[in-house]
């Protein structure tokens, strides 16, 4: 399997900040806006972006962590017991601007678990995407609002996205599958 790295430490960063500014241009009045992290990756780059907005607007944005098994159409395909992990949405979302967090966007149907979770929490305003990646090759009607940066891939072809919360420095990688 051949291994790319598609975007090192300063891209991830300089990604980022660019959809952090471009958030803000979009919510200029910064009037109830929070983020939603889908767990693991999902929810660092949300505190990221969140962080990011602080810096730029000087205004704390709450941050949500969302954990998807449950809602997913494939659970019972995935493993015999899936991993189940915290969500924490600390805050009514009701009338919120949610920006949606994950690391990378393919078929949406990870996307769609999540728009699944968060009605459970109640009827938002609005809500937004942001992924770091957006590969392509969708199977259902879902687009980012927010991109760090789009690739073209094939199905065989596998991102994997390493953060410094989980890992020990921050890139993204193609792993490419021969045929």
């Known amino acids: ?37 889908i767990q693991t990756e999902g929810v660092f780059l949300a505190r990221r972006i969140a962080k990011e907005i602080e810096n730029i607007e000087g205004k704390k944005i709450p941050v949500g962590v969302l954990d998807i098994t449950f809602y997913r159409d494939d659970a019972d395909s995935i493993a015999n017991q899936p991993k189940v992990r915290e969500t924490n949405i600390p805050f ?10 994950d690391d990378v966007l393919f078929a949406g149907r990870t996307v769609r678990a999540a728009l699944d979770g968060i009605m459970d929490f109640g009827r938002p305003k609005i809500i937004r995407l942001a992924v770091l990646v957006d590969r392509g090759l ?12 789009k690739i073209t891939t094939t199905p065989k072809d596998r991102i994997v996205v390493e953060l410094k919360e989980t890992k020990k420095n921050d890139r993204v990688i193609l792993q490419v599958k021969p045929g």
């Open 138 to 149: 969708r199977e259902l009607p879902i687009r980012p609002d927010f991109v760090g940066k």
């Open 92 to 101: 009514n979302i009701k009338n919120k601007v949610i920006v949606l967090v």
């Open 1 to 37: 399997m051949k291994k790319n790295i598609i975007m090192n430490e300063k891209e991830i960063y300089r990604a980022i900040k660019r959809m952090s500014h471009e958030i803000v241009e979009k919510n200029y009045a910064m009037k109830n806006l929070v983020m939603i992290g």
